[in-house]
């Protein structure tokens, strides 16, 4: 460990606060129709596409037409991105397909539609081996953007269900997309992506380069248009990366600064719209006691991954190296990390990328040491609510607070309250449904690829083992039902001999158990979360008493910080135990 | 119902036109204009022929002859190569063929792992064999035992084009290099102060050395091949 290390952790934290209070003024203004600075340029481009997509904005739609125009628009989605993967060779003519690659299988191109429509953006898939640039940017990219969008709205229809005084609308789907894209995602991608190319990333259209290599072995450079893609991966918190190596090759990631400027690109919109929650609930305090309650476990999750990398594994001291710090050298655990990133950037990157749903990686997370690989684990045990994915995080960690709302009700013997609204038994059914389907989708899942011949046919022999593979599997499952998509990724769902998809195959087992995963565990929170949000909107507000239980002060944190905590300790520390935590308490090798 | 079908297709096709034409489009042009050097991957020629990029890293290795045959041996498809003593080495690449920038992918080596630990003690070996001269002896003043080589230099890397080495990977090899080019070591070490990045805004990542360029500045001293 040294002194710049905890200091990148203690200065990411402070800038990502400070960054994320006038971001979340700015979320604010957009989802309650105030001006802001930028409108002269989007009011005209706005009203043309609702023109286009004949929607009246100003309809308020109840949860179930909310839900309906949501999932329509969602399937159609889906329909459009798998024929585009199906059909890769067919847009050859637009010239973006230099290497000539082949349409991908169908079993692989069920689980990579699956995965960038529920915002996972699990690849089963090498990008630069598999895909062309226009598979890249007309089918990957655009549902990079528009798995965002469906998670913020739902998120903001959530905040209006439980704020809302206006009867059942939650707002209009069509409305809160476009503004999403035009006035959110858009011009943040513009500026990032420039930055990322300004430090190195590439955007090109070129064929792969042929280098003669210094000492003339020769060597082929992938190209491609990168750097857009690479800026809404990292601010939807999709994860996908342009490359197989994702965030660690130079060209997505090029160096240190850019390093810490992704993760800030990360975590803003989570962050800030935590904040924009206690903006459009009229009590800030609100926003600031659940941004504690995440700020609390994330640095818990960030320096426990740092102490355990910075220590080194057993297969390193085995081997005899020594792995303090010395003079010029980072020590510590760097197998499967890259050297400008070093212990403490791989460490934080992991962390930013596991307690959201983004799942790009800047490191091989399955050579991190037992607990270090234990910390991306228990963020996905916690179900993404410690800041999560753009808008899913905050919608699920809404539920829990209407849990913990609940819990400390009964503790004080009153009827819980939520901001004025009763939370009354069909809420709670809803809350505990939205809440378990994602744990469970993941446990029956790792149950049954581990039990299955098929299943374990994914795993990589050559190099995991006994907890290792276990490890490998359990995390698939639970990346992708959490719709993270980082992967311990010697776990495969494609054979490939040679580039370009010829020849090669799913494995379909696989590729269809992990599709089915992500897009159960995605729509069906959703649902529930939309469910209580309707809910919750047509009932009356009642003012506080001196009874009312405070949801704004350290007290709520503590008890909300044990709920998620509990939540997830009881529903997968078995399943933990078998995995990482032996990795973590041996020093045996096997 | 119907009114929802229809605006979903609208909205999925102006969206795919908005957002993966338009605006990758507008993108590649601003950096194309602005940045253009690093939006077609920092290229490097030497002798007008293009020798890789500047953030990518290759390997630095020679084709191994067989003996008998007088051709290169393959393994897979692939040369075999052995490392070249005049020039810096990179990190260990889990590609295949080792820096493959066409195919990048994790090693995936697990923490408690006989192979991680086969695999790294293999590195440390090389590592140390590379730093000894034809006649057994070491470049590095009292010779390298396992506990002194980096971690950098024993562990895989994770894009396995990890274009940089630690300071002091670099160090270490600046006296094979000094020796076998007759090089004096200082002027190594001044070469190596000049190609160390630091770390981002002073705080971020590790300081690292661009092996590329440090091993292009030195056949500009010295002559190449």
């Given at each position: 460990?040294?002194?710049?290390?905890?200091?990148?952790?203690?200065?990411?934290?402070?800038?990502?606060?400070?960054?994320?209070?006038?971001?979340?003024?700015?979320?604010?203004?957009?989802?309650?129709?105030?001006?802001?600075?930028?409108?002269?340029?989007?009011?005209?481009?706005?009203?043309?596409?609702?023109?286009?997509?004949?929607?009246?904005?100003?309809?308020?739609?109840?949860?179930?037409?909310?839900?309906?125009?949501?999932?329509?628009?969602?399937?159609?989605?889906?329909?459009?991105?798998?024929?585009?993967?199906?059909?890769?060779?067919?847009?050859?003519?637009?010239?973006?397909?230099?290497?000539?690659?082949?349409?991908?299988?169908?079993?692989?191109?069920f689980n990579?539609?699956s995965s960038f429509l529920t915002n996972t953006n699990w690849q089963y898939?090498?990008?630069?081996?598999?895909?062309?640039?226009?598979?890249?940017?007309?089918?990957?990219?655009?549902?990079?953007?528009?798995s965002?969008?469906?998670g913020?709205?739902?998120?903001?229809?959530?905040?209006?269900?439980?704020?809302?005084?206006?009867?059942?609308?939650?707002?209009?789907?069509?409305?809160?997309?476009?503004?999403?894209?035009?006035?959110?995602?858009?011009?943040?991608?513009?500026?990032?992506?420039?930055?990322?190319?300004?430090?190195?990333?590439?955007?090109?259209?070129?064929?792969?380069?042929?280098?003669?290599?210094?000492?003339?072995?020769?060597?082929?450079?992938?190209?491609?248009?990168?750097?857009?893609?690479?800026?809404?991966?990292?601010?939807?918190t999709n994860g996908?990366?342009?490359?197989?190596?994702?965030?660690?090759?130079?060209?997505?990631?090029?160096?240190?600064?850019?390093?810490?400027?992704?993760?800030?690109?990360?975590?803003?919109?989570?962050?800030?719209?935590?904040?924009?929650?206690?903006?459009?609930?009229?009590?800030?305090?609100?926003?600031?006691?659940?941004?504690?309650?995440?700020?609390?476990?994330?640095?818990?999750?960030?320096?426990?991954?740092?102490?355990?990398?910075?220590?080194?594994?057993?297969?390193?001291?085995?081997?005899?190296?020594?792995?303090?710090?010395?003079?010029?050298?980072?020590?510590?655990?760097?197998?499967?990390?890259?050297?400008?990133?070093?212990?403490?950037?791989?460490?934080?990157?992991?962390?930013?990328t596991t307690v959201t749903s983004c799942g790009?990686?800047?490191?091989?997370i399955?050579?991190?040491?037992?607990?270090?690989?234990?910390?991306p684990f228990a963020n996905l045990s916690a179900s993404e609510v410690i800041?999560g994915g753009?808008?899913t995080g905050?919608y699920s960690?809404?539920l829990?607070?209407?849990?913990?709302?609940?819990?400390?009700?009964?503790?004080?013997?009153?009827?819980?309250?939520?901001?004025?609204?009763?939370?009354?038994?069909?809420?709670?059914?809803?809350?505990?449904l939205g809440i378990l389907i994602t744990p469970l989708t993941a446990l029956f899942a790792t149950a049954l690829a581990t039990?299955?011949?098929?299943g374990?046919?994914s795993?990589?022999?050559?190099?995991?083992?006994?907890?290792?593979?276990f490890s490998e599997t359990f995390y698939a499952y639970l990346s992708q039902a959490n719709n993270n998509g980082s992967a311990f990724?010697?776990y495969?769902g494609?054979?490939?001999?040679?580039?370009?998809?010829?020849?090669?195959?799913?494995?379909?087992f696989a590729d269809l158990l992990g599709g089915f995963d992500m897009l159960f565990a995605r729509y069906a929170p959703i649902l529930f979360a939309?469910?209580?949000?309707?809910?919750?909107?047509?009932?009356?507000?009642?003012?506080?008493?001196?009874?009312?239980?405070?949801?704004?002060?350290?007290?709520?944190?503590?008890?909300?910080?044990?709920?998620?905590?509990?939540i997830g300790?009881?529903t997968f520390?078995?399943a933990l135990?078998?995995g990482?935590?032996?990795?973590?308490?041996?020093?045996?090798?096997? | 119902?119907?009114?929802?079908?229809?605006?979903?297709?609208?909205?999925?096709?102006?969206?795919?036109?908005?957002?993966?034409?338009?605006?990758?489009?507008?993108?590649?042009?601003?950096?194309?204009?602005?940045?253009?050097?690093?939006?077609?991957?920092?290229?490097?020629?030497?002798?007008?022929?293009?020798?890789?990029?500047?953030?990518?890293?290759?390997?630095?290795?020679?084709?191994?002859?067989?003996?008998?045959?007088?051709?290169?041996?393959?393994?897979?498809?692939?040369?075999?190569?052995?490392?070249?003593?005049?020039?810096?080495?990179?990190?260990?690449?889990?590609?295949?063929?080792?820096?493959?920038?066409?195919?990048?992918?994790?090693?995936?080596?697990?923490?408690?792992?006989?192979?991680?630990?086969?695999?790294?003690?293999?590195?440390?070996?090389?590592?140390?064999?590379?730093?000894?001269?034809?006649?057994?002896?070491?470049?590095?003043?009292?010779?390298?035992?396992?506990?002194?080589?980096?971690?950098?230099?024993?562990?895989?890397?994770?894009?396995?084009?990890?274009?940089?080495?630690?300071?002091?990977?670099?160090?270490?090899?600046?006296?094979?290099?000094?020796?076998?080019?007759?090089?004096?070591?200082?002027?190594?070490?001044?070469?190596?102060?000049?190609?160390?990045?630091?770390?981002?805004?002073?705080?971020?990542?590790?300081?690292?050395?661009?092996?590329?360029?440090?091993?292009?500045?030195?056949?500009?001293?010295?002559?190449?091949?």
């Open positions: 460990m040294t002194v710049t290390g905890w200091l990148t952790i203690c200065l990411f934290v402070a800038l990502l606060t400070l960054f994320a209070l006038p971001v979340s003024r700015y979320l604010a203004a957009v989802y309650t129709g105030e001006r802001t600075f930028v409108d002269p340029l989007f009011r005209g481009p706005e009203q043309f596409l609702y023109r286009l997509l004949r929607v009246d904005p100003e309809h308020g739609q109840d949860w179930k037409q909310y839900a309906r125009s949501l999932i329509i628009f969602s399937l159609a989605g889906w329909l459009v991105l798998y024929l585009l993967l199906r059909t890769q060779t067919l847009w050859d003519f637009t010239g973006l397909n230099p290497m000539h690659y082949h349409s991908g299988t169908w079993d692989v191109s990579t539609a898939y090498g990008g630069e081996t598999t895909m062309s640039y226009f598979t890249q940017m007309a089918g990957l990219t655009v549902q990079n953007f528009l965002a969008g469906v913020i709205v739902v998120a903001i229809a959530l905040i209006r269900g439980i704020v809302g005084r206006s009867g059942k609308s939650l707002g209009n789907f069509w409305q809160d997309m476009v503004r999403t894209i035009l006035w959110v995602l858009t011009p943040m991608s513009m500026v990032i992506a420039v930055v990322l190319v300004w430090q190195g990333s590439i955007q090109n259209f070129s064929h792969y380069l042929t280098a003669d290599g210094l000492t003339g072995l020769g060597q082929q450079i992938a190209m491609g248009p990168v750097a857009s893609q690479e800026a809404i991966k990292l601010l939807g996908g990366g342009f490359f197989n190596a994702n965030s660690a090759h130079p060209f997505e990631n090029p160096t240190a600064f850019t390093n810490f400027f992704e993760m800030l690109v990360v975590l803003i919109i989570p962050a800030a719209l935590v904040f924009t929650y206690g903006r459009m609930a009229g009590n800030r305090r609100q926003g600031y006691a659940i941004f504690a309650t995440m700020m609390v476990m994330f640095l818990g999750a960030a320096s426990v991954a740092y102490v355990a990398e910075a220590h080194g594994s057993p297969a390193q001291h085995a081997a005899g190296l020594n792995t303090h710090v010395i003079d010029g050298s980072s020590g510590g655990n760097l197998e499967g990390k890259e050297q400008r990133f070093g212990i403490a950037g791989s460490a934080l990157f992991d962390t930013v790009a990686v800047n490191s091989a399955e050579s991190y040491t037992g607990i270090g690989g234990a910390v800041f753009v808008g905050l960690i809404l829990y607070v209407l849990l913990a709302v609940f819990l400390g009700g009964l503790m004080v013997g009153r009827t819980p309250e939520y901001l004025g609204k009763k939370i009354e038994a069909r809420e709670i059914k809803l809350v505990s039990a299955s011949k098929a374990r046919a795993i990589d022999t050559a190099i995991a083992h006994g907890p290792q593979a990724a010697g495969t494609y054979i490939q001999p040679n580039a370009g998809n010829l020849g090669a195959h799913g494995i379909t939309l469910a209580v949000a309707g809910s919750l909107a047509g009932k009356r507000v009642s003012p506080a008493g001196l009874g009312t239980m405070r949801t704004d002060n350290p007290t709520f944190v503590v008890l909300l910080i044990g709920v998620i905590v509990l300790a009881l520390f078995p135990l078998l990482p935590i032996v990795q973590g308490l041996t020093g045996h090798l096997y | 119902m119907k009114r929802d079908v229809i605006t979903s297709v609208i909205g999925i096709i102006v969206f795919t036109l908005f957002c993966g034409i338009v605006y990758p489009l507008f993108i590649t042009g601003v950096s194309q204009v602005a940045f253009a050097g690093n939006a077609n991957g920092q290229k490097i020629y030497a002798n007008g022929k293009l020798v890789g990029s500047k953030i990518i890293g290759q390997e630095f290795a020679d084709p191994v002859i067989n003996k008998k045959t007088g051709k290169v041996e393959m393994s897979d498809g692939n040369p075999v190569t052995t490392p070249d003593p005049r020039y810096f080495q990179t990190r260990p690449s889990g590609t295949t063929p080792p820096d493959n920038a066409a195919g990048t992918e994790f090693a995936n080596y697990g923490p408690n792992s006989i192979v991680t630990e086969a695999a790294i003690a293999a590195n440390i070996q090389a590592y140390i064999a590379l730093d000894k001269a034809r006649n057994g002896t070491p470049y590095y003043p009292g010779g390298l035992t396992p506990g002194k080589v980096p971690v950098d230099a024993a562990d895989t890397s994770a894009s396995g084009i990890d274009p940089d080495i630690s300071v002091r990977n670099a160090d270490i090899q600046a006296y094979r290099i000094a020796a076998v080019r007759h090089l004096p070591l200082s002027t190594v070490d001044k070469l190596i102060s000049q190609y160390t990045a630091g770390r981002g805004l002073g705080f971020s990542g590790e300081p690292g050395v661009d092996v590329l360029e440090i091993n292009l500045a030195l056949n500009r001293l010295t002559g190449g091949s």
